[in-house]
């Protein structure tokens, strides 16, 4: 294959493995805002979740429990924000906590597991067909036959539907257009948004099991405010799944030109990781009043 | 009123201490020590010394700043969440302005407060981007403060990358002498080898007049009231947008006068990460804290001591532990907050 080709391949390929943890993040913060509850704690459902994809593979070595646990552990923490914004808990102030608790209490259950303050054992998450192979070719089946890329991709879809076709769906959107018109209707709005912000927790759940056996690892604090570029891509994207996905495909790509490129200066890098963050504050210009919308 | 809401925050504040310590002693247990024995410890290595206690003091001083910071936000009915990168920008202007030549000339009472000024124009404008955001697009100033955030993790370091920092390193070059803030122990030789500076009267003055100005200012008042209710302030033509942004500035200003703490009176130049972490701290002081002077600086000294604390036990449990303990007071006072709201309110219509 030609140097231009395997570069563009490298840089595709690399591109979607970045962007499974992102898009699944977003899809967590297009279900909680659809539903009116704003979420910030979308940062430390990633941590948590990534270390208990970990945990619970070195306890069983199985893969798989390890994704049923982090899937697990980003929904508890989405229902434990859902409850407290129930509890008329401030949704900023809950998803601050969170964080808090997430990014504690994953260092201190590493250190009290492991022994260690930065890093989890290694665990093999899933191999591919062609793991240990250098090919491109190798690479680019193993990444898109990744079971946790596959499940994203169906996630995404799932969302779409059931956002705009399905019953809880749209009375999910009821609530969050507003929450006081759908409760007139009749409908539990705490109860939609504990089940919406939820199974927003459960998706990124996959993203935190996806970030984890990506390294083969857990490593602290290895979210590193991805939860905050797929909060950017949410609103960048107006709410909207789809869109979500392709601003997190973007900004993935800024982040996989810069595995593939390497040798750049230090300053080009730095400046580059902002691009996500200013892009949002251009569209908050434009989409301003919107984003201002609160839980009622 | 005064007597159901002095109530209210003293449940509040109960509840909030109860929770930190059920938390605390239930981490440690499942660590396998002793929660007394580790309390002990935590005791021993703070309160139990000068030394300690002036550990304590310098770590509530940034905390104090921050804390400040978030009250003025809430007070306007704001949550500015971009204490974090707004200390961080401070602190590098702070270090690089330290450094010029004219500083090193200037007598300490001249440098050291040019240099604060330094700190409070900067933190000021970094708040100024998602002050204007919302003043005037209405865009979600937690939003904004959040980015904003992130933009400053990226510019520090590609500002310090860039031929900031002295070369192999990720910190700027010695501020002047005249411009460090002398420590406390020059003047109580109890104190000695604690961090603790006159910095710690920055902060102090900080909080006064933060709460001073709610109380006996007209603009003051009228962030206070626009907190309150937006819509019947614009009725009687209180310049609403124009108070939110400099409501917002100002409490950039005062994380940004965290860096006195951590770059004037410490360590006498600005390293990547140096406060991080006092941003969301200020959090957690606010809101512990309430809305009075005493209230902040208690806080400060609180979340401060449970600094330190992490310090002195971590050997035996994971200072890490702290950080739990911060989400949990900030879980629980908020808890408790709405439930007396519910009670104090039940059956009035739009509470």
């Known amino acids: 294959m030609s140097g231009a080709g395997q570069v563009v391949g490298t840089l595709a390929t690399e591109t979607v493995r970045v962007t499974v943890p992102y898009a699944c993040a977003a899809l967590a913060g297009v279900w909680s805002e659809k539903s009116g509850v704003v979420n910030i704690a979308l940062e430390g459902m990633l941590l948590a979740s990534a270390l208990a994809a970990v945990v619970a593979e070195v306890a069983t070595g199985s893969a798989v429990v390890g994704v049923m646990a982090a899937i697990a552990v980003g929904g508890g923490i989405g229902a434990a924000h859902a409850w407290l914004v129930r509890r008329e808990v401030d949704a900023i102030v809950s998803g601050i906590a969170l964080n808090l608790v997430a990014m504690g209490g994953t260092r201190f259950i590493l250190r009290a597991l492991y022994g260690s303050s930065s890093n989890s054992p290694a665990v093999p998450g899933f191999q591919g067909i062609f793991a240990g192979s250098s090919s491109l070719l190798a690479l680019v089946v193993d990444t898109l036959t990744n079971p946790l890329t596959l499940l994203a991709v169906a996630l995404l879809f799932v969302t779409r539907f059931a956002l705009t076709e399905t019953r809880l769906g749209i009375r999910v959107r009821a609530a969050g257009e507003d929450g006081a018109a759908a409760a007139s209707l009749g409908l539990d709005v705490p109860r939609l948004r504990l089940a919406a912000v939820s199974l927003g927790g459960c998706i990124a759940g996959v993203g935190g099991a996806a970030l984890a056996y990506d390294q083969h690892q857990f490593q602290s604090g290895m979210s590193g405010g991805r939860g905050f570029i797929a909060l950017a891509a949410v609103i960048v994207s107006g709410w909207r799944p789809g869109r979500a996905v392709l601003a997190c495909a973007a900004f993935a790509l800024l982040d996989a030109s810069q595995i593939v490129f390497q040798g750049q200066s230090r300053v080009s890098r730095d400046l580059v990781t902002a691009l996500p963050y200013l892009a949002t504050l251009a569209s908050l210009a434009v989409i301003g009043s919107r984003s201002a919308r609160r839980t009622s | ?351």
């Open chain 2, 1 to 351: 009123m005064t007597a159901p809401r002095v109530g209210q925050e003293a449940i509040a504040v109960t509840t909030a201490l109860a929770a930190a310590w059920v938390a605390f002693a239930v981490l440690v247990w499942l660590y396998g020590e002793s929660p007394l024995v580790v309390a002990r410890l935590l005791f021993d290595g703070t309160w139990g010394t000068a030394y300690g206690a002036g550990q304590v003091i310098f770590k509530a001083t940034p905390l104090l700043c921050t804390g400040v910071a978030v009250f003025v936000g809430l007070r306007a009915g704001l949550f500015n969440i971009g204490g974090e990168g707004q200390l961080a920008i401070a602190s590098l202007a702070v270090g690089i302005a330290g450094h010029l030549g004219f500083v090193g000339a200037l007598p300490s009472f001249v440098a050291v407060p040019l240099l604060i000024a330094v700190a409070a124009v900067a933190g000021g404008a970094w708040a100024l981007v998602p002050a204007m955001l919302r003043a005037r697009f209405g865009a979600h100033e937690v939003i904004g403060t959040i980015m904003m955030n992130r933009v400053a993790d990226s510019l520090v370091g590609a500002l310090l990358g860039g031929g900031l920092a002295v070369a192999g390193s990720v910190r700027t070059a010695d501020i002047a002498p005249s411009a460090h803030m002398a420590r406390l122990d020059a003047v109580v030789p109890a104190l000695r080898g604690s961090a603790a500076s006159t910095a710690v009267f920055v902060a102090l003055v900080l909080a006064v007049a933060a709460a001073w100005g709610f109380r006996r200012t007209r603009v003051g008042r009228e962030v206070v009231l626009i907190g309150k209710n937006p819509v019947a302030c614009e009725a009687v033509h209180i310049p609403v947008r124009r108070r939110i942004a400099t409501a917002l500035v100002l409490s950039g200003s005062a994380a940004g006068l965290a860096s006195a703490g951590t770059v004037l009176g410490y360590k006498g130049y600005f390293e990547m990460g140096l406060g991080a972490g006092a941003g969301f701290g200020g959090i957690a002081v606010a809101l512990l804290g309430r809305s009075s002077a005493v209230g902040l600086i208690l806080a400060a000294l609180f979340f401060g001591t449970l600094q330190q604390g992490g310090l002195a036990i971590n050997g035996h449990v994971p200072r890490e532990v702290m950080n739990v303990l911060e989400g949990v007071v900030i879980l629980a006072v908020s808890l408790s907050d709405a439930d007396v709201r519910r009670t104090f309110t039940r059956g009035v219509v739009g509470a």
